[in-house]
């Protein structure tokens, strides 16, 4: 995109032959809420609908979502049966596909195939997708994208199994003289990705077979983004510098103007989630998806405002700075009382009555949450007062307001300019209620309480990492067998190493069982790892995995097997075969009745890149390497690549 905006003017000079029209979106959470008052009402559903109806008002070529199209890893029959039918009304038709795919489905799909290519189906939309970490399907060996990639209505990439390494193969798009290679990492545990980054274990590829003189490289991934308390995250400088454009899913505040990052050159999207599933400030902004155009190396988004997202309205009351009237007949809190009550109904309701767009599948009760900052506890009510009143007028009524006490150093403070830019002010209100942030904060402070000298021997058998991993996994992902499996795993663990100790008796038990604690506390970044290879292993097998010295894993007989059989039948080696379903599709072709002529049906010359680092690196050749059906490779750490004619160059500065 241009620097001084004339990026719109590009584009419309261009061929619309030569241009992608892309509808995004992340985090749509299908299914969520169901189970409560509001399921009858179905708000994801309605707004994923409105969605797919955009994209087929404004003809785009096809969907990219950004994970998290589920809300549960896995949902009910309902909202599975939901999805299908909407994805089959919108998506499925006569109109043929605009453009074509260069790279090999057997590498880039889970399904093995493009739904547009196959000739069974007549897909007019084709949807691609990462999966998040709702539906993310480490938890079992299918998750509900599998399910959908195998009707064919969802082209699901993006999927890893190998922990130890990312190599991303693009998904390869053409139409006109435009290329897209589309890259994807679906969710991974933020600390074990950020350890992969900073190893130089994700990889790109980029073909370099293919006369392309322009190539648009773009990745969708679904990672935390905000740096947090004790939350790992993904810097977002720290991604290939290769990129042009990067879709980012699993933040929930929509940032959907694209931010170019000074250190890389790339520009990120944040779409945010199209249904709010937590009552912070960040949820309130508006939800907004965008169509990005893609012309040769430009590109442009144009936002979408959404019609049928139920009305959210967030505040803040600070009640040292305001009035709360002078009625000494009432006690303290019935007169805060009556100031929120007076506040949600004068101003809160107002807000969100402006909210309301008049399309007929928007909920009308908005959503309603404010965060009462107190001094004293003479000005706390009680809530279910107030509920009672809005229950038929606010969808929360039972969590529409919150107390928070404000901070001892602020409270002789007084207000002077209600529009004054006061540091002190802006601390205190920067408190998040966001349901990541609380539970980060319950894992802290569990390691903080079991850190302590006089509580650091009351776990024995159970780590106070791998507690905190299964709470993250039983409330991230509705695991409900995580703590029932840590504690049967490390039991495990527990037992291999006292079967290598001289214990005859209880005391010398209970002795070595402390020794290995401690070593156990002494190693937390192994300890973590070997927690999620247990918890992401597909059987949920409680196998051991031995860590070396030297950080290498040890894999069980199981995957050293599996491993060997992919190596020795080159997991998709084979030489992609002709197809015999018909004649090479363009845009006057049939459709997806055969491969196009620039497929890889020959080895390919692949280049390997690295992400930026700020660490120098040398670089150093792989020569002859096989990677499937692409041929040889080369590979390249040095910290800073570029993109040049197509083909990615070492920099030699």
Known sequence: MSENDSADDIMKERSDDDTFNILIATDCHLGYEESTKRAQEQDSIKTFEEILKHAKDNNVDFILLGGDLFHDTKPSQGTLLKAVELLRKYCLGSREPTFELLSDPEENFQYKTANFEDPNLNVSIPVFSIHGNHDDPSSGTIGSLDLLSTTGLVNYFGKWTDLTQVTMSPVILKKGSTHICLYGISYINDQRLSRLFRSYMVKVLFPSHLDIEQCFNMMVLHQNRVKRPNCPYIPEDRLPSCLNFILWGHEHECRINPEIIAETGYHICQPGSSVATSLCEAESVPKRIGILSVNGNDFKVEQIYLQTVRPFVFDNIVLRDVDIGEDYSKVMADR????????????????????????????TQPLIRLRVFYSSNEEIFNTVRLAQKYCDEVANPMDMIIFRKAPEKNIKRKCTDPFEDDDETNDLLAYDDNDKDWRKSVQGGILKYFESKENQDKLTVLSVTGLNKALSRFVEK???????????????????????????TPEKIKKEIKVFQKERRDREEEEALDADLMFESTQRKFETVDIEKNNAIVLSDDDAEHNHDDEATGKGNKTRKASTRGAVRGRGGGRGRGKNAERMKNPLDITITSPTSSSPKTARNVSSRKVGARGNIQQFCQPSTSLRHGNISEDTD
Do not use: C, R
């Open 336 to 363: 805060v009382m009556d100031y929120v009550d007076d506040y949600i109904e004068e101003t809160m309701i107002t807000k969100a009555s402006k909210q309301l767009t008049g399309h007929p599948d928007q909920p």
């Open 478 to 504: 509705n695991d409900s067998d995580a703590f029932k499996d840590i504690i049967h795993h490390q039991m495990s663990k527990t037992v291999e190493y006292l079967q290598t100790k001289p214990v005859d």
